[in-house]
């Protein structure tokens, strides 16, 4: 394939950090419209304060699923796969841990097998977007959106969430945040949402003894104009509110330790957010890097290195979530754009494929259980005879979730067009 180098994949690579903060900034812009597809719904009648703080968390470049959770009670895993495969349970220290006799995990992961076992945990496999589209651009956009083939007036599914119930807090100046320097697409059309590079750092840029002034002179500056009054004027409670969290002396409950990476720091300021109680309902946080055309390392490489973070980070947040008492109001949902080809490559690595695996964490989950309708990984069984089929739509994991754990009951507007099969993801 032409797209594809020795260090991965030309169209992941391509996108600068300029023209993300550039296509960041369009979609905030964007985030002010309401979709021309999206129907009218009415507000929830009242604060509903008992309902999930929900955490999205976004593999991208495509994370590989059959090995994120293995599938190693299928014997063509082993055949497709001869020298990326994980050895079944009971091989040695590189085997995976069994799951439920069929899945398991892989080592890099196995520090989330207690969380499994606590059944605050869980897989969905053989799932994620219906399109047809091995664009990684393409298929986050409209899995984030959550109705393919949407280009125009772009909102995500977390924002028409939050765009279509009450706020939990009446008096919230924040209720979604999007860990980063650009708006993930998830979170647009979200109200009282923001990107956030760093919640501990956030304010007006310049000298911190004219930070005051300064302030008084932009909310001046648009004191009659309506609109712009009030985002202003948002926007300075914010930094106030943020400013009265103490970030950067955050200590986590239950010795949890998050690791010193993005991703770690990412989840230890949601974790901060959450305890603060504060109003904030949604955060999403991005882990890259799962393009793995090359020399994908399941062991001991890029992956192992990858997982091993995912892992050390959900545990501390997990850890720190139960040990505080909040691990019944916070769900944490991990998803990718797609998964890869079954079979792996001449360089070691896997291409982009279809099928893959989602993970659900939190008090509210069903958990202890990989929910599938398993296709099987022999050629004939195969997604166009090289990818692993699609038997749930990943949809069907979010709205459930968005209907009894997030307590919204307009899945029409959240996912136009989708009628969801429920799977017994979640209690509720």
């Known amino acids: 394939m032409a797209l594809i180098e020795a260090n991965g994949c030309s169209e992941y690579r391509s996108l600068s950090r300029r023209s993300l903060l550039k296509q ?26 008992d309902r999930d703080i929900v955490v999205s968390v976004y593999l991208r470049g495509g994370a590989d699923g059959l090995t994120l959770c293995v599938p ?33 995990l892989p080592p890099a992961l196995s520090p989330l097998a207690p ?27 409209w899995m984030e959106v959550g109705n393919v083939g949407v280009t125009t007036n772009i909102s995500g599914w977390l924002g ?22 650009a708006m993930a697409v998830t979170m647009i059309g979200a109200p009282l949402t923001l990107p956030i590079q760093d919640p501990g750092a956030f304010g007006l840029s310049g000298t911190p003894s004219s930070t005051d002034e300064r302030s008084q002179v932009l909310l001046d500056l648009y004191a009659d104009e309506t609109a712009l ?21 955050y200590s986590p409950a239950g010795g949890a330790s998050y690791p010193a990476s993005t991703f770690g720091q990412a989840l ?22 799962w393009d793995t055309h090359a020399g994908q390392g399941v062991l001991g490489g890029t992956m192992a290195l990858l997982m091993e973070d995912l892992a050390a980070g959900l545990l501390a947040f997990y850890t720190d979530m139960n040990a505080s008492g909040h ?41 202890g259980q990989v929910i599938r309708n398993w ?22 994991i979010l709205a459930e979730i968005v209907l009894k754990r997030l307590h919204n009951t307009n899945l029409g507007s959240v996912f136009p067009g989708y009628v969801p099969t429920f799977r017994n993801a979640v209690a509720g």
């Open 115 to 141: 969380v499994y076992a606590a059944g605050h945990l869980s897989f969905v496999h053989a799932t994620g977007l219906t399109s047809t589209s091995r664009s990684h651009f393409d298929a986050q956009r």
């Open 72 to 104: 190693h009670g299928d014997a063509a895993y082993y055949s497709q796969r001869p020298g990326l495969a994980i050895a079944p349970p009971g091989a040695g220290s590189s085997a995976a841990t069994d799951l439920d006799g069929f899945f398991g």
């Open 375 to 396: 296709p099987g990984l022999q050629t004939e069984q195969l997604f166009e005879q090289r990818d692993l089929a699609i038997t749930i739509d990943y949809r069907d």
């Open 24 to 49: 960041g900034g369009a979609m905030a812009a964007l985030a002010t419209l309401a979709p021309a597809w999206l129907p009218k719904v009415a507000y929830a009648a009242a604060d509903d304060s």
């Open 160 to 181: 028409r969430h939050l765009a279509t119930v009450s706020p939990m807090d009446s008096n919230a100046v924040l209720r979604g945040v999007s860990l980063g320097s």
């Open 229 to 249: 009054r009030a985002t202003v004027q948002n926007t300075m409670n914010t930094i106030a509110l943020l400013e009265a969290i103490d970030f950067a002396g």
């Open 327 to 367: 691990i019944g109001r916070v769900i944490v949902v991990v998803l990718t754009e797609f998964g890869r080809v079954v079979a792996e490559n001449g360089s070691m690595g896997t291409d982009h494929g279809h099928g893959g695996a989602l993970m659900l964490m939190g008090g509210g989950v069903n958990g």
């Open 268 to 289: 230890e300021a949601t974790a901060a957010l959450v305890r603060a109680n504060v109003g904030v309902e949604a955060v999403h946080v991005d882990k890259n890097g």
